[in-house]
């Protein structure tokens, strides 16, 4: 059975740092291009970052661009996303979710807060 | 402001039939036949309806279905269901450096 699990997430203060991981099962993690997805509360789904199979091509969007950093270890059949300089409008559930949109984590909620 | 531009809300009684719509631009969902459609209840994650504009997952009961015709997508849902109510979200690969864009949902509501 796939399974992706997000951990990590937690209230933090405007410019603090959090690092999410999720972990994968279920499929041969390194072959797949994994995503980030977000959903601040009571709005919509805003895709966050994309990383390859090989970590060799990563996007952001531009909201994240420059504070978030994602990256992979296929050994540990692990993706993460650090975020720094922290804003309240980067509030919201983060969701990994594989690149063919099968399947998604459960998601955890990141609360930016002073 | 999202990239894919869907109706707020759409509502239908049980058993009649439903279109939702998402209308991008030759970037993304007129460019490409790469449009997926998500089925999302309150406190949970997304789940995958439709694939490549018309194509079901399996076990995604076939009252659901996909088209598109220039840069509108649209998903069906026939013979509906108390349990089709739900927020549904249109997504489309683009050519621009976010390779993957969302529409701002719909909210189904069964009647």
């Known amino acids: 059975e796939v399974q992706l699990v997000e951990s990590g997430g937690g209230l933090v203060q405007p410019g603090g740092s959090l690092r999410l991981s999720c972990a994968a099962s279920g499929f041969t993690f390194s072959s797949y291009s994994m995503n980030w997805v977000r959903q601040a509360p009571g709005k919509g789904l805003e895709w966050v970052s994309y990383?390859?199979?090989?970590?060799?091509?990563?996007y952001y969007a531009d909201s994240v661009k420059g504070r978030f950093t994602i990256s992979r270890d296929n050994a540990k059949n692990s993706l993460y996303l650090q975020m720094n300089s922290l804003r309240d409008e980067d509030t919201a559930v983060y969701y990994c979710?594989?690149?063919?949109?099968?399947?998604w984590g459960q998601g955890t909620l990141v609360t930016v807060s002073s | 402001q999202s990239a894919l531009t869907q109706p707020a809300s759409v509502s239908g009684s049980p058993g009649q039939s439903i279109t939702i719509s998402c209308t991008g631009t030759?970037?993304?969902?007129?460019?490409?036949?790469?449009v997926s459609w998500y089925q999302q209840h309150p406190g949970k994650a997304p789940k995958l309806m439709i694939y490549e504009v018309s194509n079901r997952p399996s076990g995604v009961p076939d009252r659901f279905s996909g088209s598109k015709s220039g840069n509108t997508a649209s998903l069906t849902i026939s013979g509906l269901q108390a349990e089709d109510e739900a927020d549904y979200y249109c997504?489309?690969?683009?050519?621009?450096?976010?390779?993957?864009?969302f529409g701002g949902g719909t909210k189904l509501t069964v009647l």
């Open positions: 979710a594989r690149s063919d949109g099968n399947y």
């Open positions: 030759s970037s993304d969902v007129g460019g490409y036949n790469y």
């Open positions: 997504s489309s690969y683009t050519s621009s450096s976010t390779p993957w864009v």
């Open positions: 990383i390859s199979s090989s970590s060799s091509t990563i």
